[in-house]
């Protein structure tokens, strides 16, 4: 048994857990005698007291029987537990995972979020760290209402922002309050992003699937659909990248005026994107209620995310909010007030903006080179890029064969509600260095050649002259 004499836990709480460990993983059976409290103190060079302490606390916890008199013993009734191996995690791992979904995670500066946390902690009052407003700490409500003013054209009114877990959790609050008040049907984009999906159809809604074309959502399709909410993705549409043309936004507005009906903007990443789209919810903030993320902007682990309501949602969010979880966690809150008030906030979506439009760069010409009959999207920015493949694909085993050679991709038809898509893939291509890009490309189209039917079409390929065999 070793005690560490100098550190930081006191050598009571040492010979606890060390005595604990034993107990739990079968070293020292059950009933075995353990010496004197006098003898151990002299073998350990300790005094008495700490190991009375400690078979004193282990006692209580029933590892221990200690009787006046008796030798002290460990619990008959206790029963060893091996030890567990670690928890594996719940994601699948790739050597290139284009999987959509993440920012470049070693993007995030560390040191500057550090220099926010720590100035936030030490400016905060006392109480400002308790139980707090339920919307969100009122620095990060007023930072971020003028940021979403400044950045992104939105109508922020720092009294009715809502700070919340993320999108997911803006939705889903929504969702239960358009189900609480006798709506049936979420109309969503078709293909959209499937959590929106989950979401709706968690909390009791019915899905109106909307097809999306080169415009957009399709508004003539929604007005037939009657759904009395919708959910749109207007600044880079998810996953196909089309941004909102003005005419549909103009129709859609339209649609939600007349019969005051609600549309909900998913507005997950479009300072990331070349093409610069105000916010919907700027042109018609009774209608829209906002939602946007740190996810894309900075990185999911935040969980933060932010709400716009119109006036007469707001309250009714709010108090769904209260009761849900009484608000979300601050620390991370003030360190975000702080980062946006230092302008670190726009100079991280600046350098990121150029490192992913250099990332779609090289993958779009690795595309090129090695899958020319591959169609990526015409979208010019964004943490992805929807590829259509050719109309005999096998989707499915084209992941399938991706995955055996390490690499980590998304079907298209995941984000299709009616399963009417061609064959394609979503690759996010913002967590992946270029030369992985590369590399990643040359083993999907390995995979491609292994499949028999693209087999045929790269023969075919080559006897025309065409590149893009591995
Ligand atoms: C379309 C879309 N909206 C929103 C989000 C962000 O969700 P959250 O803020 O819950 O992480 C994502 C993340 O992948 C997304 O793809």
Redesign the pocket.
């Known amino acids: 048994m070793e005690l560490e004499r100098d550190g930081d836990v006191p050598l009571y709480e040492q010979l606890e857990r060390t005595l604990r460990d034993a107990i739990r993983h079968g070293r020292l059976h059950a009933s075995t005698r353990l010496p004197s409290s006098r003898g151990l103190a002299a073998e350990l060079g300790i005094s008495r007291g700490v190991v009375t302490s400690a078979y004193d606390q282990l006692a209580a916890e029933g590892y221990l029987e200690t009787r006046q008199g008796a030798h002290v013993r460990v619990a008959r009734g206790v029963r060893a537990q091996p030890p567990r191996p670690p928890t594996p995690s719940l994601l699948g791992k790739f050597a290139y995972d284009f999987t959509?979904?993440l920012p470049d995670l070693a993007g995030f500066p560390r040191d500057r979020w550090l220099r926010s946390i720590r100035s936030a902690w030490r400016e905060t009052a006392l109480d400002a760290v308790g139980y707090g407003d339920p919307r969100g700490v009122p620095e990060l409500r007023e930072a971020l209402a003028d940021y979403l003013a400044r950045a992104r054209g939105a109508a922020a009114d720092p009294e009715h922002l809502l700070v919340c877990t993320?999108?997911?959790?803006g939705l889903s609050l929504t969702c239960r309050w358009l189900r609480a008040n006798g709506i049936e049907q979420v109309a969503l984009e078709d293909p959209g992003?499937h959590?929106?999906r989950l979401i709706v159809e968690e909390a009791g809604l019915i899905v109106a699937p909307i097809a999306v074309d080169e415009d957009g959502i399709n508004v003539d399709a929604l007005k037939s659909s009657g759904a009395e909410a919708v959910v749109v993705?207007p600044a880079h549409q998810?996953p196909t990248g089309v941004v909102l043309s003005a005419r549909r936004r103009a129709a859609l507005i339209e649609w939600a005026e007349r019969g005051d009906r609600l549309i909900i903007e998913?507005d997950?990443d479009a300072e990331l994107s070349r093409e610069r789209v105000g916010a919907l919810q700027g042109l018609a903030p009774d209608r829209v209620l906002y939602i946007g993320?740190?996810?894309?902007r900075l990185t999911?682990g935040m969980?933060l995310?932010w709400m716009l309501p119109p006036s007469w949602l707001s309250w009714a969010l709010i108090s769904a909010k209260a009761i849900e979880d009484a608000g979300s966690e601050i620390a991370g809150q003030l360190a975000l007030a702080d980062f946006i008030a230092r302008g670190e906030l726009e100079r991280h979506l600046r350098r990121m903006r150029l490192r992913y439009a250099q990332r779609r760069e090289v993958l779009l010409a690795a595309l090129a080179r090695e899958l020319p009959d591959w169609q990526p999207s015409a979208d010019r920015g964004g943490l992805h890029l929807t590829v259509v493949l050719p109309d005999h694909t096998d989707e499915a085993a084209l992941l399938t064969a991706a995955a055996r050679r390490g690499v980590g991709v998304e079907g298209l038809s995941l984000h299709s509600y009616t399963g009417d898509c061609p064959p394609g893939l979503v690759l996010g291509h913002a967590c992946l260095a270029e030369p992985a890009i590369e590399r990643g490309v040359q083993l999907l189209a390995s995979a491609v050649s292994a499949m028999p039917a693209s087999r045929a079409l790269a023969v075919d390929r080559r006897s025309r002259g065409g590149c893009g065999e591995s």
Do not use: M, N
């Open positions: 959509p979904g993320g999108f997911r959790q992003w959590a929106q993705t998810f998913d997950y993320s740190a996810s894309k999911p969980r995310g």
